[in-house]
């Protein structure tokens, strides 16, 4: 699948993602991802005590790591 392709589905889909999803989306550790979100460089939204994340968001997260 090309990058454009992963741009597209993510910012065209409905459901929030979960932290598993995200981590594995962008391509990076637990601790990292941790990190951004106490660093604030990516919002999420708290369910009970399970993080959710915007699609969109995620998707300009990786166009920002990849450029």
Known sequence: ??????YALLKESK????FEEVRSILHISDSTLRRWIADNKL??????RQL???PAIVAEAL???ES
């Not at 919002?43 to 009970?48: S, V």
């Open 15 to 18: 459901r929030l993602l979960t």
């Open 52 to 54: 959710r994340f915007d």
């Open 63 to 65: 166009r920002n790591r």
């Open 43 to 48: 919002k999420f939204f708290r369910l009970g």
């Open 1 to 6: 699948m090309q990058t454009t392709d992963v």
